[in-house]
């Protein structure tokens, strides 16, 4: 038979501490946590499962075509892959310009 673990949850936010406390460190709140029983043999089979999925090879990955937008750059959209993916996010950093002396 499996074990029971108990965890202490915050009412207000969430928030699992392996004992009780007075004030909840995520949301302050004070007296929210509560007891509940967990069971231990759902925990250990979802790191049953996370151990199970392991590294593949890059040569066993399968790619696909994604329809990209150009920038009209043709060194961004190299470094990009080809253009913009859509609903991706791309962050470009760099030094700043001295415009200080160009007049």
């Not at 202490?8 to 004992?19: D, L, P, R």
């Not at 909840?24 to 996370?50: G, V």
């Not at 890059?58 to 994604?66: A, F, Q, T, W």
Request: glycine share 10%; charged share 30%; with cysteine.
């Amino acid at each position: 038979m499996a074990k029971n673990k108990v965890v202490y949850v915050c009412k207000e936010c969430g928030y699992e501490s392996a004992k009780w406390l007075g004030k909840c460190p995520a949301c302050n709140s004070w007296n929210t946590f509560f007891e509940q029983t967990l069971d231990t043999k759902l925990i250990e089979d979802k790191k049953e499962k996370k151990q199970s999925a392991g590294p593949i090879s890059l040569k066993d990955v399968e790619s696909r075509e994604i329809r990209r937008l150009s920038t009209g750059y043709a060194e961004l959209d190299r470094v990009l892959g080809g253009g913009l993916v859509d609903g991706s996010l791309v962050l470009l950093g760099g030094e700043p310009r001295n415009t200080e002396n160009q007049h």
